[in-house]
């Protein structure tokens, strides 16, 4: 009886510790919130009291400031289709060395894998030089061509390690059907992948929508994204802030969206990402 | 079919798979990469890519005798990097250990601790700026605590803790996840029978937790020790390595070498020296705690 009370004693104050915890993690986000719904002399007067109205000026000003629909359609475009192409590219090719585990395509994989060490700045300045000789600098496609490139080490890896437990047996019968070793991946196998394209596409939406320095270098002022705006609107106007605030708010939105509507699969596709590693 | 039919079959599948993929792959990573080598010995600069002309070890002799800037880079990066780390594990395990009880609000306060990942360091480091500018101070005049009184941004050490801290509450809730994942992994009848033999807390984390976790914490080791030390976005914009260069990681010192004193030459035999350095400490560390895992 006494353990007992003792135990739920503990547990509440661990329940406790958790909110007090929250409440701290949660202080950057209220001081954004309230101060893109200020005016600049409240927020210099006090930036933790609530705004006195809850006007949408702020927004409206900083949506053309930063010209929130093109960046946003920017950065969901290059998003969208480099993640759509490295789904592709990189089932297949673990799909690939899965199967035909021949010395080659061993090394292959080992080659993937080990190039994951090399940070950017190895090797993005001779990439300049690759992206003008090849026509990639400032078009969609160059961009998410390097997408590909970087992001296919990790992507083929989750693939392996997953495909590695999809049993042969219903392959086989496919085969026996008359069907084509591309129908066999695409209509039998890839949906079978669908837990970890979940993690893939999940993993590469966070990394690519917030990449900065990638599309600065390849797509600068033809393909501003929401990174690029942001930065370029704090070159600016340093002590704009009610401005700034509702810049960062507007172009945290769409990723939050993004993170409360699928997190199940988010919290997931974390946990089997770093496991399988 | 054929023995030839079926070769020709095969070398199709290997082209059809693996190709794209693989020239992708080599376009805008194994080329640059080997080109790196090339050109961190010439002369190279951002107006004419085509030029490069060779040097030599000018510049490796110029980066090890002259570049203090770099070298405290080096300095500042990897002070960043073993404090943060160990900061940023030791609440992620704490907040997993918490989390792995079972209180009413787990689901919310993981969904929270986890929030701040999914912001980009860029974005985050600006929230930061204005939190550490007005916020504090605001805070500092209600609570008259004088943490906060600071200019946080403005001296060399509090800038120092100002990007750990950032760095700490973005990363933290990512490796929580992994280490929550792992301590679910680990068997009720294991802590139950410690219990019964009169272990305490303390001990059974020592004795069986740790041990039993040993992978998450190899990977989390290794995701916080690469992130911290490429560290770049939230460095730009939360301190622009400022004051000064007190604040200035390899990463940053190299895209400013590069891009604004358009000395890609320079920049590149600075990129190289820093991948061995990525590369050993990677090696390293997967290397030890791997050992640590077979030896328990």
């Given at each position: 009886m006494r353990r007992e009370r003792s135990y739920s004693f503990g547990l509440l104050t661990s329940e406790a510790l958790g909110i007090a915890l929250a409440v701290i993690f949660l202080v950057p986000f209220y001081f954004l919130l309230v101060n893109s719904f200020k005016t600049l002399k409240e927020i210099l007067l006090d930036a933790a009291k609530l705004p006195e109205q809850f006007g949408l000026d702020n927004f409206r000003r900083a949506w053309n400031a930063i010209d929130f629909p093109v960046v946003f359609m920017h950065s969901f475009t290059i998003t969208v289709l480099s993640v759509a192409g490295l789904v592709i590219i990189s089932s297949m090719a673990a799909y690939r060395f899965v199967r035909r585990p021949t010395l080659f395509n061993r090394m292959l994989f080992s080659a993937f894998i080990a190039a994951m060490i090399i940070p950017f700045q190895s090797v993005m300045l001779p990439l300049m030089r690759i992206t003008s000789l090849f026509e990639l600098r400032g078009h969609l496609y160059g961009i998410v061509v390097c997408y590909f490139g970087f992001g296919i080490s990790l992507s083929m890896f989750l693939y392996h390690g997953f495909i590695k437990?999809?049993?042969r047996e219903v392959e086989e019968a496919a085969v026996v059907d008359g069907c084509s070793p591309y129908g066999v991946f695409w209509r039998i196998v890839f949906p079978l992948l669908k837990p970890i394209t979940a993690t893939v596409i999940i993993l590469n939406v966070l990394w690519i929508w917030n990449d900065y320095l990638l599309p600065v270098l390849v797509v600068n002022n033809t393909y501003t994204t929401i990174p690029i705006a942001i930065q370029k609107f704090f070159g600016q106007y340093t002590r704009k802030w009610d401005l700034a605030m509702a810049a960062l708010t507007l172009s945290a939105l769409p990723i939050i969206v993004f993170f409360f509507s699928l997190q199940k699969y988010i919290v997931e596709g974390i946990t089997s990402g770093s496991v399988k590693g | 079919m054929g023995a030839k039919q079926k070769r020709l079959s095969e070398w199709l599948q290997q082209t059809v798979f693996v190709g794209p993929g693989l020239a992708f792959f080599l376009l805008i990573v194994v080329a640059p990469f080997v080109m790196g080598f090339y050109y961190s010995f010439t002369e190279w600069d951002g107006l004419d890519l085509d030029k490069a002309k060779w040097t030599g070890f000018a510049n490796v002799r110029r980066i090890f005798m002259e570049d203090d800037r770099f070298w405290s880079a080096f300095r500042f990066t990897a002070k960043f990097t073993v404090v943060s780390v160990l900061i940023t594990n030791a609440l992620a395990f704490a907040l997993a250990l918490l989390l792995n009880r079972a209180i009413k609000t787990r689901k919310a306060l993981r969904t929270i601790f986890f929030?701040?990942?999914?912001?980009g360091g860029l974005l985050l480091g600006y929230i930061w700026y204005f939190i550490f500018v007005r916020g504090f101070s605001t805070i500092g005049e209600k609570t008259g605590i004088g943490l906060f009184d600071l200019t946080w941004l403005g001296t060399p050490n509090t800038a120092f803790w100002g990007i750990v801290i950032v760095f700490v509450w973005q990363t933290a809730g990512y490796m929580m996840i992994i280490y929550i994942a792992a301590l679910v992994g680990v068997p009720k009848e294991l802590s139950e029978a410690a219990k019964i033999d009169g272990a305490s807390r303390l001990q059974m984390l020592r004795g069986i937790t740790i041990p039993l976790i040993m992978p998450a914490i190899t990977i989390c080791l290794f995701l916080t020790t690469s992130n911290a030390f490429r560290m770049f976005d939230l460095n730009l914009s939360l301190t622009a390595g400022g004051p000064g260069y007190a604040t200035e990681s390899i990463a940053l010192n190299i895209y400013r070498e590069s891009l604004t004193n358009n000395r890609y030459g320079l920049g590149t035999a600075k990129a190289m020296i820093f991948f061995f350095g990525v590369a050993a400490i990677t090696v390293t560390q997967v290397l030890l705690t791997k050992r640590r895992e077979v030896e328990e």
């Open positions: 437990s999809v049993p | 929030l701040p990942n999914i912001i």
